[in-house]
């Protein structure tokens, strides 16, 4: 079943899908997320299997993965670096040429963007980013359906982001250009936007302000992420620090435009990069984007399984 012919297609960086496939994700998301609400049976990728590789911690991604794939028909595999040879030097590339035989799908969660390319590179079935020391594609992906969920299209509007120039802030950039919006960015001096890392074609999508409240002011949507990702544990003390101004708090919601959501991917450290009464006040949709997870994933993994369905 996944011997393929022509080269898979992946999901390793969010400018891997145009923006007519994002609308027709976005679409499939409501569908298959409206279907689920009424209890309806939906079942194309039986005997389908999903390999997920973790070497970082995860709640929502595995979750997310496991009960969608599960909720489609399919099945799916857990591996993690403590348990399997993945952690005791087997090549990649090796890796990827097995796992590839033995499954339909593989997501993976690493450290360097270069180690899922290079499992890509080998790969016969499809590869989908779970979350690279670079970039969050799949949260991406939740957190614009759940925009537009919430105040349709995401195209000209403003997306401010508070904090670390983090793989969150650089998968927002490759977003807006895909789907033309802008985002306003304010980091600490020192954690700037690295565009070359971002994978970025240029700077007409986004702004970088000094002051944190200057990039909110009017925007649409305000979201921040943790001050210290994983893998970069050694820095937290410097970083805490370094982030103190960067604050999510109420003065900068109030910046922002009336109807602004405040969004953050989760797990979250109120006090720290957001506070308390933004993440669990009125403006805040995090529940609806950690939910958006299952339901966008799965048109993902029907679209790379089953390609674009007949309308
Ligand atoms: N937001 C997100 O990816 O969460 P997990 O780290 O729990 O998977
Ligand atoms: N930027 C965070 C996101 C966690 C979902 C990290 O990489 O740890």
């Not at 995401?154 to 250009?177: F, H, P, R, Y």
């Not at 604050?247 to 109807?259: C, R």
């Not at 006040?281 to 950690?290: I, R």
Request: aromatic share 10%; glycine share 6%.
């Amino acid at each position: 079943m996944n011997q393929k012919n022509s080269a898979p297609r992946h999901f390793l960086q969010f400018k891997d899908f145009s923006r007519a496939e994002f609308e027709y994700l976005f679409e499939r998301t409501r569908q298959i997320k409206q279907q689920f609400k009424a209890y309806q049976k939906y079942w194309p990728l039986t005997d389908r299997t999903l390999v997920m590789i973790f070497e970082k911690a995860s709640t929502r991604t595995r979750l997310s993965f496991e009960a969608g794939m599960h909720q489609l028909g399919g099945a799916a595999i857990y591996l993690n670096t403590r348990d399997s040879q993945l952690g005791r030097g087997e090549p990649v590339e090796d890796a990827a040429e097995v796992i590839s035989r033995m499954s339909d799908i593989v997501m993976i969660r690493t450290y360097e963007q270069d180690i899922i390319e290079r499992f890509a590179a080998h790969s016969r079935v499809p590869v989908i980013n779970g979350l690279t020391n670079e970039y969050h594609p799949c949260q991406i992906l939740a957190d614009i359906y759940t925009f537009v969920e919430h105040h349709g299209s995401i195209q000209g509007k403003t997306v401010a982001w508070i904090g670390d120039s983090n793989n969150m802030c650089n998968t927002w950039l490759q977003a807006a250009e895909v789907l033309d919006f802008n985002v306003h960015v304010s980091t600490p001096p020192g954690y700037e936007v690295e565009p070359e890392r971002a994978g970025l074609y240029g700077t007409d999508h986004f702004e970088e302000f000094a002051d944190p409240m200057d990039a909110a002011r009017d925007a649409d949507l305000v979201t921040t992420d943790v001050w210290t990702s994983m893998g970069f544990e050694a820095e937290n003390a410097v970083r805490t620090k370094a982030f103190a101004d960067w604050q999510v708090d109420a003065d900068m919601m109030k910046v922002a435009k009336p109807e602004a959501v405040f969004m953050h991917c989760l797990p979250a450290h109120r006090g720290e990069e957001v506070a308390a009464e933004v993440i669990d006040g009125p403006k805040s949709v995090v529940w609806d984007e950690a939910e958006n997870r299952l339901h966008a994933q799965k048109a993902l993994l029907e679209f790379l399984l089953l390609g674009k369905l007949r309308s």
